[in-house]
């Protein structure tokens, strides 16, 4: 009797504790499972509408966030990178804009510093560095294959002065052409497939001008909530594209998107973290930024942006660590992915809007005096209706340097180049000046006085006979107007560098 009350007893026991061990397994289990996905926040989502330009958002636990516009192919499915977005844990923004062939074309830093790469083979990089004074530029060339602080130069400080023989050094005004509408796509069944496409045309005071364009957001009509982040590609001077998501097209499959979409992201990234392709992998690493720092310092105009310029690098490389680390992050095939934990989630986002629709545009600005900001500029468009939309840039009219362009910005020794100002809102009586002045001695000053209002948005260009090896020119537009006001933008750049 003892014996089967005793027997009754451990059965009881067993099944308690079979009954605990199978309620704390449950818990364990879930806990686990929520532990492995805490770096993937509410809010993220992979997109599962195949005229979305947005692939994918991810907010990690440390409120980083990343986002990854880009084209898609005749499926939907993604295919090629175009923007990358990217806020830090410290809520600094970064902007990484590519070409099509996926290269590197724009990083603009949280200090308003712009990096422009215009590649030249595929080593070889031109890389122009806007400051974020708004009045300073560095203009140098790049050789992956040797970024390394000792292979910069120095300067050439016992060159023979060279001569202009040859060279009309006279400036040169050329208008900037006037801006034309591109047709609208026609409203048809095609547009529902593609999303609807919006033409943007930037202007500053009538003139076509390029914008970096940070990002486009659709909120709602009292221009407070933000229903959808969106991209502009950029497709000539002043001339972009905004797509609309269509609610019409047809759901993608999730699991296929999370697999094309991995092989898009892994390829800005390898093993190590880097960024690119082989021969891009050391552009956004701390290397790099020492190696600008280095070629920083052979410039009159670097010695003074060199801090700035210098967090800026510091930063673009923190940024895209983050998305190496993450969503670029291709670790071994037994471990789940950012992407596969989005699935498991459930974080997938198909955006569907209809009616009418408020945009915002935030386009990344230069004032005067301060440093870069954003301007954003709002448009009322309907859903799945073509528009062209215009923006035009100048504030009150105020006359602007806008770019300097040096080309080739890394001339060879003796190679003579172009300088070109692009100007803006000039009233009539101004006066535009190119100067330079070389380490060689070699100095040159023209001035062009604005006569009539044609000429008051136009390129001012000025021919400069090449320089021995290791020359440095510091060159310097003045605009002087009728009232005064003068306006300084200076670059640098170093023969055969």
């Known amino acids: 009797m003892k014996t089967a009350k005793l027997s009754k007893i451990i059965l009881y026991a067993l099944i308690l504790l079979g009954s605990v061990l199978l309620f704390t397994s449950c818990n364990l289990f879930g806990f686990l499972n929520k532990k492995s996905n805490k770096d993937v926040k509410e809010g993220s989502f992979i ?82 560095i806007i400051c974020n004074d708004g009045k300073n ?19 050439n400080t016992t060159a023979k002065i060279r001569s202009n023989a040859g060279v009309n050094s006279k400036i040169r005004f050329t208008p900037i052409e006037s801006p ?22 930037v202007t500053s005071c009538g003139a076509l001008s390029n914008y970096e364009v940070l990002k486009v957001n659709i909120v709602d009509q009292a221009g407070i909530t933000v229903l959808k982040e969106l991209n ?27 697999e094309a979409l991995a092989k898009v992201l892994s390829k800005y990234c390898d093993a190590a973290g880097l960024v690119g392709g082989m021969s891009e992998q050391i552009l956004l690493t701390t290397s790099a930024c020492a190696y600008i720092s ?25 940024a895209m660590a983050v998305y190496c680390a993450t969503l670029g992050a291709s670790g071994p095939p037994e471990t789940a ?81 172009t300088i070109t100002a692009g100007v803006y809102c000039l009233p009539v009586g101004s006066t535009v000046t190119i100067s330079m002045a070389g380490s060689d001695g070699y100095s040159d000053s023209e001035t062009y006085t ?3 209002v044609s000429q008051s948005s136009g390129n001012f260009s000025l021919a400069i006979p090449g320089a021995d090896k290791g020359v440095r020119d510091e060159i310097t537009v003045t605009v002087t107007t009728p009232e005064g006001s003068v306006i300084t933008k200076s670059a640098s750049l170093v023969f055969g560098n």
């Open 337 to 417: 992915s950012v992407l596969d934990k989005m699935l498991e989630l459930k974080f997938l986002d198909y955006f569907k809007l209809t009616g009418g629709i408020r945009m915002h545009v935030y386009f990344k600005v230069f004032t005067e005096g301060v440093s870069s900001g954003t301007k954003i500029v709002g448009f009322n468009v309907a859903d799945g209706v073509p528009s062209n939309l215009k923006a035009e840039m100048s504030e009150n009219a105020k006359p602007m340097v806008k770019y300097l362009e040096l080309s080739p910005s890394s001339p060879s020794e003796g190679q003579d180049y």
């Open 294 to 318: 280095g070629k920083l310092a052979l410039t009159g105009v670097g010695v003074t942006v060199a801090p700035t310029v210098g967090a800026a690098c510091t930063g673009v490389t923190s």
């Open 47 to 128: 997109s599962t509408n195949p005229t979305d330009p947005q692939f994918v958002k991810l907010i990690t636990a440390k409120d980083e966030e990343v986002s990854v516009f880009g084209e898609r192919d005749a499926s939907g499915l993604p295919s090629k990178i175009r923007q990358i977005n990217i806020k830090d844990s410290k809520g600094e923004n970064y902007s990484f804009f590519y070409n099509k062939d996926g290269k590197l074309t724009t990083a603009v830093a949280d200090n308003g510093t712009v990096f422009n790469y215009k590649w030249l083979g595929n080593n070889k990089i031109a890389l122009n």
């Open 180 to 201: 034309v509408e591109k047709p609208l796509l026609i409203k048809s069944a095609k547009v529902y497939e593609d999303g609807t496409v919006h033409n943007l045309t």
């Open 232 to 258: 502009a590609v950029w497709v000539g001077k002043g001339k972009y594209t905004i797509t609309v998501p269509s609610g019409l097209a047809p759901e993608l499959d999730p699991q296929k998107t999370a």
């Open 450 to 452: 604005i006569n009539d």
């Open 137 to 155: 530029q560095i203009d140098t060339e790049i050789d992956l294959a040797e970024i390394q602080p000792k292979s910069i130069k120095n300067i």
